[in-house]
């Protein structure tokens, strides 16, 4: 293992397709010559030697092509190799080539700018005070005087400029005369162009390399004399449609799609019972647009839903639509601009794309665009304008209009939107991983593509919408803490006075309990406390106001500053009786797994069958090459065969794996020994048992492990203990809603099946006002809690409430409720009963109770309640059972 590309791989965190192909690269180095005016084709034998996909350069220097799926990261791979070239080789000027303007300048903060978020050389030491210098294809010509023998040098060229530069050398005032990269610089004392074509470590580097295939790019590129070219593309196909033939590593689209981690999974999807019989052209197209938008809503909202419970950025979803001609781009533009398109709700939100629009620099600019949340574009419409490279990840639904062969249409549409927005990587959600090709007229055409095992369609899902869903308008609803609704009635409140002095003091008091909350909220704060108690205590109030005081200088700026520091005593008291009163104390923990234990059970080995051996004569036969004449030599035992039966065969068993010598010492002896015993039984000349053995030691190590596997056993893993932190606040709900779909949580639903689709309302000792419920137990298990005089307080906790893991860590657990009664606190879970016994519901619950135990450790130290962990079964909750009755299941 290399120690250089060890050290790239964790610090820039490289997906395994990516360091896969670093190590294609670390390998590759050690054995080509890595300078100029070499012999090709021996350099070609030694990389076919290990890669046979590659038989040619397909240039005048070795170049290697790495074909990897887009969204991967192939970006970041270049900055991979080049750092590793320069840490372990001393290479120190590369050469980065971009398919287009917008690419281009992408690349240049990609290399050239710490401070931006994909910079590729984050985590590299070496790069901190000796950082590359990035030259471009627009300030190479003010360079030369800079240059430093120390210095690491990234020259990132837009392919174009080379064209513009020659064609600008043979026309006008400049005609005759030489590109400007090949004109001599008065820093250089020669073109640029041959300052680089004279190096003798220059690495070249192409992004999407199928675009430099051309005559005259590949000359051009061939001028410069690299002593190697890498290469990548998602597509290793020429322009004439010829496969790359110096291919030495791929992680194809396919691969990406099963591995199910690095790209969007797409969907197809369809009306459910559509019949596009009797429907003229235009009328399916209206039909499918007007479904994508459906789809695109809801999308919108997992996508708003899973930013707010998760606290990181919002992403903002977007329409593909593809058309057959401009004409038909222009006509489905006009329809989603106007009146008649969902009552002109798109109006000012589509964006045109094809040739008849803008130059094709303006229009990638717009598109790369379209991931600011201030873009208002909701749908781009286009034909044939969307080349490879380009680098948004909010495309989350595409319509094709245009007739097409359904494979080629799909295979070639999807591409467009596979990036993932949140680090590239799939987050578990499946909205926000997923994306939908609208294909209704197609769907059966495209599922019978997909039975093709060669197609990256086979990969695909596949959705029937029911018509009911697409015409449900849904929001996204965001159900504060009581403690804060109660704040914005306030507020209402205080806008409603006439009276200007009344209402100013009213304000004032009013921001001075916005800071109290806004502190004692605030981990700073909460940390240096054992709960909500400690907030009695004369120095935490101190501490507190002092905190309030502090943010009211920093923050925005009030004349009214003095009045509202006033205030801060005079509404400390009441805000924390509030806060408390509305509040059930959860503590802070992250509950995670130790390693997992594995182990080899204790068994005596079954020899009754397949030991039994006959040892074969060991001799050498020795042919003479004149008269062929045969003789043979008997074999004398070496030092290998001096090693003891036993050991032979522990030496092949170690081999594998699973088997640890330390761990297992003991028992492979034992089962060693009674493999030797059987098979010396069959064997009757003395010295014939060491020569056996040594002929079948592989075979009977085989045969040990294969009963080895059956006890085998993995352990169910314990929980770490954790830091147990004091209670900070209860958690924000995002949900989505029917435009009209509030309840009154006493209300009888019909059927229940419908009950998941409602936001209920009416709580009073709720630590929420709102709550949805995914099944008809869960709503009458609220009805108890609201209508049981035992229960104090209760909460559907929001997902980010708790941070419980589960399964080797893989999974985290969200409990069903929190409810405090006047001596313990329960987080409880209703499961169907057919369900109480299943394997993940057990050790979902055994996670639970370890909450409970550290928690109650915590809690009881400091004054507060115990915690109990409650799983009902769905058939013992109805609205006219006491919350007493389910302390029954409670194991202790």
Known sequence: MNNKAQYIKQRLSLRVPLQEALDVVVHLAGKLELQKDIYLAAEIEKVKSHFPSCVDFERDFPSLCFSIATGVGKTRLMGACIAWLYLEKGI????????NLTIYEKLIEDFGNPNYAKYVFNGISEFVHNRPVIITGD???????????????????????????????????EKGMAPRIKRISEYLGESYWNYLSNLDDLVILMDEAHRYHADASKSAINELKPVLGLELTATPIDEKGNPFRNVVYEYSL??????????????????????????????????????AISIHQDTKNELEIYARNNKVKMVKPFILVVCRDINHSTEVFNYINSDAFFRGAFKGKVLQIDSSTRREEEIERQF????????EIEIVIHVNMLKEGWDVNNLYTIVPLRAANA?????????????????GERTGVDKVDKLTVVAHENFEKVIEAAQDPNSVLNKLSYIEIPEEDLSTKTTVVTSVTKVEKEMQEAEKRIDAIQNKTRKQEARNS???KKLILDVISSPEIAYQTKGLKDYEKKEVQAMVIQKAIEKLETG????????????????????????RNNTIEIPRMDLVQDDVEVWFENFDLNTSRGFEFQAMDEEIIRRGLKHNEVDTIGVQQGAFSRETPVNQIISELINYPEIDYDENAELLHKLSIQAIRTIERQVEEKGVLQVLVKQYRKIIAGKIYDQMKANFKIGEPDYIEPKVLPFVRIEDWNFSALANGYKDYREVVTPAILIPKYVFRGFEKACHLEYKFDSKTEKDFSYILENDRKVQKWLRPAPNQFRIYWKN????????????TEDCIYLVETKMLDQVEVSDVISKKAAAQKYCKYATAFTTANGGKPWKYILIPHNEVTQTTGFDYFLRFIED
């Open 139 to 173: 300030n190479y010509n003010q360079m030369g005087s800079l240059f430093k023998d120390s210095e690491i040098r990234i020259n990132i060229f837009n392919i174009s400029k080379f064209n513009r530069d020659a064609s600008a050398a043979n026309r006008g005032k």
């Open 254 to 291: 396919a691969q990406a799609l099963e591995d199910g981690k690095y790209v969007k999974n797409p969907a197809i999807a369809t009306r459910k019972n559509f019949r596009p019989q009797g429907l003229s052209e235009k009328e399916v197209e209206i039909i499918k647009l007007e479904d």
């Open 556 to 579: 925005q700026q009030s004349i009214f500053k003095e009045e509202i520091k006033t205030e801060l005593p005079k509404v400390y008291q009441a805000t924390l009786v509030e806060v």
């Open 92 to 99: 120190r000027n590369y050469f980065v080539l971009a398919p």
């Open 510 to 512: 009013y921001d001075a």
């Open 407 to 423: 494979s080629v249409l799909i295979e070639q549409t999807i591409g467009r939107g596979l990036r993932l927005p949140y680090n």
């Open 368 to 375: 790369v665009d379209l991931e600011s949340l201030d873009n």
């Open 809 to 820: 860590n893989s999974k985290q657990y969200y409990p069903d409720f929190v409810v405090e």
